[in-house]
């Protein structure tokens, strides 16, 4: 029986969230085989939908499972149509598509169905009195695969760091491959010094970003046009400001990192402007 409210969507049928089963011989169970996407929404808007969706289309062909509903218009009717069956305004929305169920042999099966799984969870949005204090952040070596680019199911990686991060009463995790910054556990990263805003080159070692897209056009907007590059673990350290950008944290001033203030300890006016725009292009302030 379908519940108004908290449906999710499994292969086709929409179901209350505990009646969804799936194949415990489902490769995205057995070898973490697929990808997912998480998109926003805004009073009931599905925000920069297009990018995410091209973005996930994009990843099911990386990893050569086929699209089960033919493109990005397939897929947007069918995330509306999620959205609608929701009782919040502000949603996080979670799409997962594995290569289906089959018997276990590494190679891909001769037949098998993707499995598409879809829910959505509520969004909180921070007050702008919250959003300005800050949050704590700590940095690892990054110990993950060379594909940061795809959109994969297999987080074990971002699972231990992010509980690493926990552990130490901060909000974000942030990797450093070989001396140079990569990307948060599950976000991208930013950086200020001196008024002149930097993010890690978008190349195979990192997700390319739907938030962080975002923020560059708005720091643009104010003059502030962000340059891609390596950022060296020093430079990150000496920063007067690090932000942390996803579709589930927005965009989030890191204050202090592995104990020790960025900056001033407080978040900057790199920050304040990004907020602002991002709210603004949201439609919604907390
Ligand atoms: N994570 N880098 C990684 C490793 C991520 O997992 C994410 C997002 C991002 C930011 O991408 P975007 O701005 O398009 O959300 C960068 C999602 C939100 C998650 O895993 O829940």
């Keep these: 029986m379908n519940i108004p409210g908290s449906d999710v969507y499994l292969n086709g049928e929409w179901l209350p969230r505990g009646e969804a089963r799936v194949s415990a011989f489902d490769r995205g169970f057995i070898f973490g085989d697929g990808i997912y996407e998480v998109i926003p929404v805004y009073n009931r808007k599905p925000f920069l939908m297009d990018r995410h969706l091209e973005r996930m289309v994009d990843n099911l062909a990386k990893v050569k499972i086929p ?36 018997p276990r042999l590494h190679s891909f099966p001769d037949k098998a169905e993707p ?14 009195e919250r959003a300005k204090e800050g949050f704590k952040g700590v940095t690892m070596p990054d110990f993950r695969w060379l594909r940061g680019d795809i959109k994969s199911i297999s987080l074990l990686a971002a699972v231990l760091g992010s509980e690493h991060a926990r552990q130490h009463d901060a909000t974000e995790l942030i990797f450093i491959r070989e001396g140079i910054v990569t990307e948060g556990a599950s976000s991208n990263v930013l950086i200020c010094k001196d008024g002149q805003l930097s993010s890690p080159v978008t190349d195979r070692r990192i997700l390319p970003g739907v938030t962080v897209s975002l923020a560059e056009e708005v720091a643009a907007k104010v003059g502030m046009p962000v340059e891609h590059r390596d950022i ?3 430079e990150l350290r000496a920063a007067d400001e690090v932000m942390i950008t996803s579709s589930g944290k927005e965009i989030v001033a890191i204050v202090s990192l592995d104990g020790k203030p960025v900056g001033d300890g407080k978040s900057g006016p790199a920050f304040a402007k990004l907020w602002d725009g991002y709210r603004e292009a949201s439609g919604v302030r907390g």
Excluded: C
């Design 67 to 102: 699209d089960p509903h033919g493109g990005v218009e397939g897929w947007a009717k069918l995330v509306q149509a999620l959205v609608d069956r929701q009782a919040f305004e502000n949603q996080k929305l979670y799409i997962q598509i594995t290569r289906g169920a089959a």
């Design 115 to 128: 499995t598409v799984f879809m829910f959505t969870d509520e969004m909180m949005i921070l007050s702008d």
């Design 232 to 234: 060296a673990e020093g």
